[in-house]
């Protein structure tokens, strides 16, 4: 068992950016594909960005796509959303996801998942 803790959220202007991070204490992400996914209230989660075990493959969700990228450092063990051009609409709680096994846009995919940390988006 992998514990992930996500940090970086906070409150923004619309039109701002940020940048969350997800980290493994005790553990590494390198044998993991990672994946961002958020829930804002009252909504499914939602699929944001995922990326592969060695970071050469990323994915995104339609409603980031050219607004936010995906990286990772397998040295450093983080996996990092930057977030650009924000939109009230992106407001919610933001979760890490990593698996052995699979990537992509299927939260189901994943077995391990952090708390997640707050974005908030004001217009």
């Known amino acids: 068992q992998v514990q992930l803790v996500e940090s970086g959220g906070g409150l923004v202007q619309a039109g701002g950016s940020l940048r969350l991070s997800c980290t493994a204490p005790?553990?590494?992400?390198?044998?993991?594909?990672m994946g961002w996914f958020r829930q804002a209230p009252g909504k499914e989660r939602e699929f944001v960005a995922a990326?592969?075990?060695?970071?050469?493959?990323?994915y995104y969700g339609d409603t980031v796509k050219g607004r936010s990228t995906i990286s990772r450092d397998n040295v450093k063990n983080t996996v990092s959303l930057q977030m650009n051009s924000l939109k009230p609409e992106d407001t919610a709680v933001y979760y890490c996801?990593?698996?052995?096994?699979?990537?992509?846009?299927?939260?189901?995919?994943?077995?391990?998942w952090g708390q997640g940390t707050q974005v908030t988006v004001s217009s």
């Open positions: 996801a990593a698996d052995r096994a699979r990537w992509g846009q299927y939260a189901s995919w994943y077995d391990h």
């Open positions: 005790g553990g590494t992400i390198a044998v993991y594909a």
């Open positions: 990326i592969n075990w060695s970071g050469g493959g990323t």
